[in-house]
């Protein structure tokens, strides 16, 4: 099968991995050490220089083993991995999605910068943005769904065009499923740079995962992702991720040994065990999640449904076109009320897990506006749509009849 170009799916099982290098294990152990041994004093220093960028490596050259914070062989093997989905050139992983998003914003960003990003974005991410890189004299704009058409526009009117050095989006947006067109991003990005500034797009992906979208392919320069999520997808691991061009990745891997945040050989085990049925998981859940949402479209006490597999706006309509593969596993609704009548809801699910987080085995459902969104400011979280009403789920893998009962049931207390 030498001349057969393989499916992501197929090589998750092998890609990268070598069982004659440890002792005919079929799958990669996990190589639970903190640092390596050098054959030579020569060797250490020849690996000591490629990793601290001292030179370039030479052809053919292997970057080798030093130290668990720089590199580990279950660390490298998930990087090579997940590349596969995205065709990225690089891949860096992080212990957690936010360290994933705060290493590649610091990275990029210097005093005096701007940081022009889209809303809504993850609690998380609002925070970083609105309270930690807003400390360290970066400056921020965000901008609305709806200020699409006029973007570039709105940047000039700010006065700040010569200073915006990244613009930042989440898309589908976190908890509304609003889309952001990721190729009219990319040119505004490319309109901005200069000779000597080059104004990166970075893409949160996590919603859709490394399946339903690839925002590489539509002109952004990083990619990010909550592994945690549905790379993950067992509730059991906090992982981030960052992919792009070997360039970038580069510099955003110089940033991570120094910040000390890279994710560690366990973590980087658990990712691998779960790529091997990432394709099967997220199938279960999409098509799960297109019953489930047609269920809570016909309900009464169902007020709306966010959802991309029913988008009522041309625009956005347009947008899941152009870059989306699939409407995904997760969806918002609101219900007839207000908070009480949420939580009345969300305090009946039986089967449903009342929790934070999304994209794993088990179907997830929460309050965005007093959970994950709690710190968004309160006249930003009604102007962006996340009402008091509103519950967000992440549809998992079990029969979609049980799921649609135990929201029947649910909903039924009302």
Known sequence: MSDRKLHPESLMMSHGYKPELSEGAIKCPIFQTSTFVFKSAEEGKAFFEVAYGIREKREKEELGLIYSR????????????????????????????????????LEFLSPGDVLLFSNP?????????????????????GFYPWDQHRLAELVQASGKADRVRMI????????TNTLIDIRACAALAKALSTAEHRVLLA?????????????????????????????????????????GSKELIARIKGMRTFLGCMAGPWTGWLLLRSLETLKARMDIQARNAEQVAAFLKAHPMVEQVLYLG????????????AQCLAAGAMLS??????????????NALKLVKLAVSLGSTESLAEHPASMTHAGVDPEERRKLGISENLIRLSVGVEHPADLIADLGQALNKL
């Open 121 to 141: 974005v993850y609690g998380g991410t609002d925070h970083f943005i609105k309270q930690t890189l807003t400390r360290f004299g970066i400056e921020v704009i």
């Open 333 to 346: 609704f609101t219900v007839k009320g207000g908070e009480a009548e949420a939580f009345r809801v969300l």
């Open 168 to 175: 930042y989006v989440e898309t589908p947006a976190n908890p």
């Open 70 to 105: 720089l590199n580990n062989p279950d660390l490298q093997i998930l990087e090579e991995r997940l590349c596969l989905w995205d065709e990225a050139e690089e891949c860096a992983v992080f212990e957690s999605g936010m360290s994933a998003i705060s290493t590649a914003l």
């Open 203 to 243: 893409v949160d992906n996590t919603y859709m995962g490394p399946l339903w979208q690839h925002p590489l392919k539509h002109g952004a320069d990083l990619v990010l992702y909550s592994a945690t999520k549905y790379i993950g997808g067992h509730s059991d691991v906090i992982a981030g991720a960052c992919l």
């Open 310 to 321: 029913a988008l009522e706006d041309a625009g956005q309509q347009a947008i899941y076109d």
